[in-house]
């Protein structure tokens, strides 16, 4: 999963337009895929932007063209690493930082929302010799650092929160993938294991529950069939962003060094 921060191109939203967002998420999450209304975005084209069907069309299109542009370079530099006799002995992993919104939730782009059409990249590995594990699994950002390591033969440090994806743990359906969105247009965390997803819009102070196996589009918000999962997935959050603060808190605290006499 990936986790978004930083700059954006729309604007902090206040007054009428903090409403219009309020219920523009809600119907997203009510499984309105393009709700009517303000478009809260302060005029950037990037949250709710109205596009005629042609012009959604050609922005798709151009989209495919630009991956298809990716992939003709990433078969470039495959096919140079074979002329030379590297490819067996080379590590290769390719991933995606973001994947990108075409209206499935009513909003185009990404750093919107945590919806899968977001968050659900590629992470392809060529281990160099590793055989690398056949069953699907959940794997995140995270785990790419220790996925290095562990191919260069090299210890993993214990503070890491991620794992190798040659580690038979990174499998278990137990494991719990977090994301976050931290953008002027969402602040949201998301918590996915088993084939469900928790999502806290933390802005609307609500939750939110996925049955991705029932409902891979995240069309409808399920939480009341399902208080149970609903619970453990609220708990999971609230425990993650716990932990968050502590290391923030701890981050913030001055070192013994950094005190004056």
């Known amino acids: 999963g990936a986790t978004f921060g930083g700059a ?100 185009c782009c990404h750093g919107a929302s945590l919806f899968n059409e977001v968050i659900h990249v590629p992470m392809i590995v060529h281990g160099a010799g590793r055989a690398a594990p056949r069953a699907p699994i959940v794997t995140q950002h995270v785990d790419i650092a220790p996925t290095i390591l562990d191919l260069a033969g090299l210890m993993i440090p214990e503070a890491y929160e991620g794992r190798s994806m040659f580690d038979a743990r990174a499998g278990k359906p137990a494991r719990v993938a977090y994301s976050v969105c931290e953008t ?11 084939g469900w997803k928790t999502l806290l819009d933390r802005r609307l102070g609500e939750y939110f529950l996925y049955d991705l ?14 208080p149970e999962r609903l619970r453990d997935g609220i708990a999971r959050i609230e425990k993650f962003l716990r932990g968050r603060e502590r ?14 006499p």
């Open 184 to 194: 002027p247009l969402a602040h949201e965390v998301a918590a996915m294991t088993d």
């Open 8 to 107: 954006c191109c729309a604007p902090n939203l206040s007054g009428a337009k903090s409403a219009a967002a309020g219920a523009l998420q809600r119907a997203r999450h009510a499984g309105v895929s393009r709700p009517s209304g303000a478009i809260p975005d302060g005029g950037s084209g990037v949250l709710g932007a109205e596009l005629a069907a042609e012009d959604q069309a050609d922005v798709w299109t151009r989209y495919l063209c630009s991956l298809g542009y990716i992939d003709l370079q990433i078969a470039r530099l495959l096919d140079a690493l074979r002329t030379w006799g590297a490819y067996a002995d080379t590590a290769i992993l390719i991933t995606g930082d973001t994947g990108q919104a075409f209206y499935e939730h009513g909003f």
């Open 213 to 226: 196996a029932l409902d891979p589009g995240e069309s409808s918000d399920c939480k009341s069939d399902h």
């Open 247 to 260: 290391r923030a808190e701890a981050e913030r605290a001055p070192s013994a060094a950094t005190v004056p």
